[in-house]
């Protein structure tokens, strides 16, 4: 089983920062093409940045340049550094597991979900 526990949300003012952390367990982490997705109230999900096993990057251009994706496969976790905040970033905001080997390689997981996190950017 696949377990993805995401933390950091919260209330920011405009111009603040956040980071959020996504650990992972049951899951070869080093192996995990990770990234965050976030869903804005009425919106759809969209997704926000990527970081494959070998630490390739990829951003949504809403966020390039104030938002930096990266992991650390030794505490198994992913990371989203948020900085420069706007309200229109207010969404809650999702871990996810894009590809990934099962623990003993006996099993590849795709698409696997964090429960999500609440960030609120206020003006």
């Known amino acids: 089983q696949v377990y993805l526990v995401e933390s950091g949300g919260g209330v920011v003012q405009a111009e603040g920062s956040l980071i959020l952390s996504c650990e992972a367990s049951?899951?070869?982490?080093?192996?995990?093409?990770m990234a965050w997705y976030r869903q804005a109230a009425g919106k759809q999900r969209e997704l926000v940045a990527s970081i494959t096993n070998g630490g390739s990057t990829n951003y949504a251009d809403s966020v390039l340049g104030r938002f930096t994706i990266s992991r650390d496969d030794a505490k198994r976790t992913v990371y989203l550094q948020m900085n420069s905040l706007k309200p229109e970033d207010t969404a809650v905001y999702y871990c996810?597991?894009?590809?990934?080997?099962?623990?003993?390689?006996?099993?590849?997981?795709?698409?696997?979900w964090g429960q999500g996190t609440l960030v609120t950017v206020s003006s």
């Open positions: 996810n597991v894009d590809r990934a080997y099962g623990l003993g390689y006996r099993d590849t997981y795709r698409e696997v």
């Open positions: 049951g899951i070869i982490f080093s192996t995990a093409y």
